[in-house]
């Protein structure tokens, strides 16, 4: 496919990745007991339907990011990526965790907007600005950042394990093998280990087969990778084996990208491009929408569902109209914070 063609998909993916992210996000926690209770519908739809349709998020993030960044890869290119990725990963993580716990903690200390920040465990202390501003203590939504940092600094030994496809197989099968028989890694998950690798492999030796433009068959093999997905995922529900749901969130994406056309994709708009403020963002307005819900119809379930299904709407309206104030008015600011993008 054409070069603008693939980066309009790329951007669809993960804009959509985005959306799933919030809904993840958007359960209403502040309702009352006799709503969030598990036998009723808010807290199945919020906390156990939904959840399981929006998993797939963070894997096809993860997908995207690993093809992205081994695309053409060699290591010739290794310093100049690390270079440009500390401008758009490690420095707003960094500083989005510092405003996050900052943030936290001044509201934390104002009568009335101490109800509402409800981060009563943060305090002035370096422990805890540390954990903060290093492992997202006050902004968990970034633990996926911390993961793709770390998958980012092992480049140069996840390259000269994916170069040859003979070696690039054994590591994945180690991956899944490892995955099976519950083995974990300090700080970075094996599964998201599992994710990035597969597209790396794919951007170093199946090039031709992700990038080529669309047809029928390749929709109809889309169709079953989807299907074989969710059968994964109808196990895991059932069985709780994790290498089931890990398998199912590898064979979804990869269908997805399948099946669909890229031509038909429309233009995508300006508001689409801040996906990564947006990512970071999010949670104030959803947390901000969701107690002013329930302030005003605490006894309501169906105006809380209604809301819980436009929340990713009314999120990335509110982010939107925020970056471009920050893009007029603070442009030094915003391009910290959107990591140059």
């Given at each position: 496919?054409k070069?603008?063609?693939?980066r309009?998909?790329i951007g669809?993916f993960q804009f959509?990745c985005?959306?799933?992210v919030?809904?993840n996000?958007?359960?209403?926690?502040?309702a009352?007991?006799?709503?969030t209770?598990?036998?009723g519908?808010?807290?199945?739809?919020e906390y156990e339907?939904?959840?399981?349709?929006v998993?797939i998020?963070?894997?096809c993030f993860?997908?995207l990011s690993?093809?992205?960044?081994?695309?053409g890869f060699?290591?010739?290119?290794?310093?100049?990526?690390?270079?440009?990725?500390?401008?758009?990963?490690?420095?707003?993580?960094?500083?989005?965790n510092?405003l996050?716990?900052?943030?936290?903690?001044?509201g934390?200390w104002i009568p009335g907007?101490s109800q509402?920040?409800n981060?009563?465990?943060l305090?002035?202390?370096?422990?805890?600005f540390?954990?903060?501003a290093?492992f997202?203590k006050?902004?968990?939504p970034?633990?996926f950042?911390?993961q793709?940092?770390?998958l980012?600094?092992?480049?140069p030994a996840?390259y000269?394990?994916l170069e040859?496809v003979?070696?690039g197989?054994?590591w994945?099968a180690?991956?899944?093998i490892?995955?099976?028989?519950?083995?974990?890694l300090?700080?970075?998950?094996l599964d998201?280990l599992?994710?990035?690798s597969i597209?790396?492999?794919?951007?170093l030796?199946?090039?031709?087969?992700?990038e080529?433009v669309?047809?029928?068959?390749?929709c109809?093999?889309g169709?079953i990778?989807?299907?074989?997905?969710?059968v994964?995922g109808y196990?895991?529900?059932?069985?709780?084996?994790?290498?089931?749901i890990?398998i199912?969130?590898c064979l979804?994406p990869?269908?997805?990208w399948l099946i669909?056309?890229?031509?038909r994709?429309?233009?995508?708009?300006r508001?689409?491009?801040?996906?990564?403020f947006?990512?970071?963002?999010?949670?104030?307005?959803v947390?901000?929408?969701?107690?002013?819900?329930?302030a005003?119809m605490?006894e309501?379930?169906?105006?809380?569902?209604?809301?819980?299904?436009?929340?990713?709407?009314?999120a990335?309206f509110v982010?939107?109209?925020?970056a471009?104030?920050?893009?007029r008015?603070?442009?030094?600011?915003?391009?910290?914070?959107?990591g140059?993008r």
């Amino acid at each position: 496919m054409k070069e603008n063609r693939f980066r309009k998909k790329i951007g669809w993916f993960q804009f959509v990745c985005c959306l799933l992210v919030i809904w993840n996000h958007s359960g209403n926690l502040e309702a009352p007991a006799d709503l969030t209770g598990q036998a009723g519908l808010p807290w199945r739809i919020e906390y156990e339907i939904m959840p399981a349709i929006v998993r797939i998020s963070i894997p096809c993030f993860l997908m995207l990011s690993g093809y992205l960044f081994y695309r053409g890869f060699d290591l010739r290119q290794l310093k100049p990526k690390w270079k440009r990725r500390v401008k758009s990963l490690l420095v707003p993580y960094l500083l989005w965790n510092i405003l996050y716990y900052l943030g936290y903690l001044i509201g934390s200390w104002i009568p009335g907007l101490s109800q509402i920040v409800n981060r009563y465990h943060l305090t002035p202390a370096a422990g805890d600005f540390l954990e903060s501003a290093l492992f997202y203590k006050s902004n968990p939504p970034f633990w996926f950042m911390f993961q793709l940092i770390l998958l980012t600094l092992l480049a140069p030994a996840l390259y000269l394990v994916l170069e040859k496809v003979w070696s690039g197989v054994l590591w994945l099968a180690m991956l899944l093998i490892a995955l099976f028989t519950g083995e974990a890694l300090p700080f970075l998950n094996l599964d998201a280990l599992l994710y990035y690798s597969i597209a790396a492999f794919a951007a170093l030796h199946g090039r031709e087969l992700a990038e080529a433009v669309w047809n029928r068959k390749r929709c109809f093999t889309g169709a079953i990778l989807i299907a074989a997905g969710l059968v994964c995922g109808y196990f895991y529900y059932r069985n709780a084996v994790v290498i089931e749901i890990v398998i199912g969130q590898c064979l979804v994406p990869l269908g997805l990208w399948l099946i669909v056309d890229e031509e038909r994709l429309p233009r995508r708009p300006r508001w689409m491009g801040c996906t990564f403020f947006i990512y970071a963002f999010h949670i104030v307005p959803v947390r901000l929408i969701n107690k002013l819900a329930v302030a005003l119809m605490p006894e309501r379930s169906a105006f809380l569902l209604m809301i819980y299904a436009f929340l990713p709407a009314m999120a990335v309206f509110v982010c939107w109209q925020t970056a471009k104030r920050m893009k007029r008015w603070t442009p030094g600011l915003w391009d910290v914070l959107a990591g140059g993008r």
